[in-house]
C-alpha cells in the first residue's frame, strides 16, 4: 500500500493508504481475518456498528455492506488502532491513538516505517486463502503433560532394571561351563554297492555299439635289388 499521508485531530493520527489494486468484498474480509496478528482486544465494526462474533473464522461470513473495521490493541506500536476498509473504494483509513509525543512528532517516513509493514501484510493476505489459527484445548495439554511427566519418570526404572539384567547376565556366562564340543565328523565309508549300480527292477542299460575297427595300412613294396654292373675296364 502507499500512504498518502497523516495528520493528528484530537489526539489522533489519522492517516489514508491506498490499495495496489481494486479488491472484493470477500478480500477484505480475509484482510480483517489476518488483521487478528496485529491486535489484542478486538472489535469488529460493519458499517459504523459493532458486531459480535463467536470466533475468528466468523468474519469471513459477513454478509456483504459498505465498510467493514477492526480495532483493538496494537501489538506493535502499543497504543489503539482502528483499520477501516471501505467496500467499492480502493483506499483504507487507518487511526492510532497519540498516547505520547513521540508518535505525535512523527513525519511521513517515520510513520511510514512503523505502519507501512502492518497495512502491506495485510494487502497480501487478501490474495491468499487464510490460514486456521491453531487452537489448542487445555485439555489436551494436560494430557501431553502427564504423559511427559510419566515418561521422564518410567525412564529411570527401566534403566536401573535394564543394567541389572544385563550384569546377571554376564555373572551367569562367567559361571557357566563351557559347552562340550562335537565329536569330529567322520568320512564317508565306500558303499558296497557302486552308485552307478542299476537299481534292483529296472531294465539294464542298453550297451553303447561297438567301435569300428580300422583298416590295417596297406605295406609299401620294398624296393628291388640294384643289379650290379659286369662292365669292367681293361
Known amino acids: 500500500m502507499h500512504l498518502e499521508g497523516h495528520h493528528e485531530d484530537g489526539g489522533w493520527l489519522l492517516s489514508t493508504f491506498t490499495l495496489t489494486n481494486r479488491v472484493s468484498w470477500e478480500m477484505m474480509l480475509q484482510a480483517v481475518y489476518a488483521a487478528f496478528e496485529y491486535f489484542a482486544d478486538i472489535t469488529i465494526f460493519v458499517d459504523d456498528q459493532s458486531v459480535k462474533l463467536e470466533s475468528r473464522a466468523d468474519v469471513l461470513s459477513i454478509p456483504e455492506a459498505r465498510s467493514i ?18 467496500n467499492q473504494v480502493h483506499f483504507i483509513n487507518l487511526r492510532i491513538r497519540c498516547g505520547n509525543d513521540d508518535l505525535r512528532d512523527l ?16 494487502e497480501l493476505a487478501m490474495y491468499q486463502e487464510p490460514v486456521p489459527a491453531p487452537v489448542k484445548d487445555d485439555a489436551t495439554e494436560e494430557t501431553e503433560d502427564g504423559e511427559e511427566e510419566k515418561a521422564s519418570g518410567d525412564s529411570e526404572p527401566k534403566d536401573a532394571t535394564a543394567e541389572s539384567a544385563q ?13 562340550i564340543p562335537p565329536p569330529p565328523a567322520t568320512e564317508p565309508q565306500d558303499s558296497a554297492t557302486p552308485t552307478d549300480a542299476p537299481e534292483p527292477g529296472s531294465e539294464p542299460p542298453i550297451p553303447l555299439p561297438p567301435a569300428e575297427a580300422s583298416a590295417p595300412p596297406i605295406p609299401s613294396p620294398a624296393p628291388a635289388p640294384r643289379k650290379r654292373s659286369e662292365f669292367r675296364c681293361n
Open 107 to 122: 513525519d511521513y517516513e517515520g510513520f511510514n516505517k512503523i505502519v507501512c509493514p502492518i497495512v502491506d501484510a495485510i
Open 69 to 86: 473495521g477492526i480495532a483493538g490493541e496494537s501489538v506493535v506500536v502499543k497504543e489503539p488502532m482502528i483499520i477501516i476498509f471501505y
Open 167 to 179: 550384569e546377571d547376565q554376564a555373572a551367569e556366562a562367567s559361571s557357566a561351563e563351557p559347552p
